[in-house]
């Protein structure tokens, strides 16, 4: 298993920016998928950022793409979700997600989950 805590969120203003960090315990985090993924009240569940296993390649939904940047540092065992030029339709609690190996867009495919962290984006 791999536990999962996250941190960072807060109030912010349109265009300003927040980081997000997801601190993972276990000794083969390095194997794992982590993704990030956000909802809204009355929305689904989706995925905004992805990063690969064993490397630092990183996918991202269109509605973010530009503007958030995902790392992963393996010596800190912490993954990291960079948000600038924030906007209101940003507005949700994040979730860090893990799953040994590969997984895809569906949240059902993530076995490992934060407590989630509330990004709020209000003028």
């Known amino acids: 298993q791999v536990q999962l805590v996250e941190s960072g969120g807060g109030l912010v203003q349109p265009g300003e920016s927040l980081r997000l960090s997801c601190v993972a315990s276990?000794?083969?985090?390095?194997?794992?998928?982590v993704a990030w993924f956000r909802q809204a009240p009355g929305k689904k569940r989706e995925r905004v950022s992805y990063?690969?296993?064993?490397?630092?390649?990183?996918l991202y939904a269109d509605s973010v793409k530009g503007r958030f940047t995902m790392s992963r540092d393996l010596t800190k065992n912490t993954v990291y979700l960079q948000m600038n030029d924030l906007k209101p339709e940003d507005t949700a609690t994040y979730y860090c997600a893990a799953e040994f190996g590969i997984a895809g867009l569906d949240p059902k495919e993530y076995d490992y989950w934060g407590q989630g962290t509330q990004v709020t984006v209000s003028s």
């Open positions: 990063i690969n296993s064993s490397d630092d390649n990183t």
């Open positions: 276990g000794s083969r985090f390095p194997y794992y998928a």
